[in-house]
């Protein structure tokens, strides 16, 4: 039991990194290309990725009993749509140096998670949960008052990441099979997008340039591998402790956007992220305790 505990939180620990680190220096190698065009690739290598998985794991049948339910073939692709906004979004922080940005939606979208789960599943709460939840809705007014904008980069990572856990923990599909169909059903949209960038000569991905295609093929495994080891490590030590070490990947990419890159951090925006470390400290606390 604690061989695969230790061995879960490992997993746990190298997903959260790997987001949080080795995805920042992939994604931001390659922030000269178009993000859409990034979430062009990441959809469609990832699908093909996942159907040579699919073969080998030989979960076809899982795969055609999904797939023949409208209901849940609607919520993968309303899940789906959530994901490649998610992907978007964060993406666009990177090339445009808002990295502090993006790593504001991961640290709060947990919390908003909590939130949608009392409002949409009738899930149990406590009064830290819901001061958890208060705290992340004052830091975000906060920043409102003080720039007179919304800080949407980080409220649509937030959103987006939690609505699709929302849908994901609703329906209850494998992840990998969840993900199969979800990029399945937006390949065809990806394919399209990427028709009318060749035709307005805006793409990277040619085979005049080997080299950087090679490199934008990596985005379907520099998406699944973490996600696997995130799910493997989450079976083996439960939504608690998975939960908890999941905000290793905000924290670095905190941590990267300041020291790193040389991203600016005013007052402003330091106080917003104390109140949101509280909430945080106040959740991670709670989940202790389950």
């Known amino acids: 039991m604690k061989a695969d505990y230790l061995k879960g939180s490992v997993l746990t620990v190298v997903a959260s990194l790997w987001w949080g680190v080795l995805g920042v220096f992939y994604f931001k190698s390659l922030s000269f290309v178009n993000p859409i065009e990034l979430v062009v690739h990441r959809t469609i290598w990832t699908a093909l990725l996942l159907i040579i998985t699919t073969f080998f794991l030989s979960k076809w049948n899982i795969f055609f009993k999904i797939i023949n339910n409208k209901k849940l073939l609607f919520l993968l692709l309303v899940s789906g749509f959530l994901v490649m906004t998610n ?57 409102i008052i003080h720039y007179q904008t919304l800080p949407w980069i980080g409220l649509t990572v937030a959103i987006t990441f939690s609505l699709y856990g929302l849908i994901r923990k609703k329906i209850n599909v494998d992840t990998d099979i969840g993900l199969l169909i979800e990029t399945l059903l937006l390949s065809p949209f990806a394919i399209v997008v990427f028709y009318y960038l060749v035709e307005q000569n805006l793409n990277i991905f040619s085979f005049q340039n080997i080299s950087i295609s090679f490199l934008l093929l990596w985005a379907g495994p520099m998406t699944l591998i973490p996600l696997y080891l995130y799910s493997r490590g989450f079976e083996l030590v439960g939504i608690g402790a998975a939960s908890m070490i999941f905000f290793l990947t905000p924290t670095a990419q905190f941590i990267l956007g300041i020291f790193y890159y040389g991203e600016t951090l005013d007052i402003h925006k330091l106080i917003s992220f104390i109140v949101i470390w509280i909430a945080v400290s106040i959740y991670i606390n709670e989940l202790r305790k389950e």
């Open 87 to 143: 992907w978007l979004t964060w993406l666009y922080a990177i090339s445009v140096d808002r990295l502090i940005d993006a790593s504001l939606g991961y640290y709060i979208f947990p919390i908003l998670s909590v939130f949608f789960g009392v409002i949409f599943l009738k899930e149990k709460y406590n009064r830290n949960k819901i001061l958890s939840v208060l705290l992340v809705f004052f830091s975000i007014i906060y920043l």
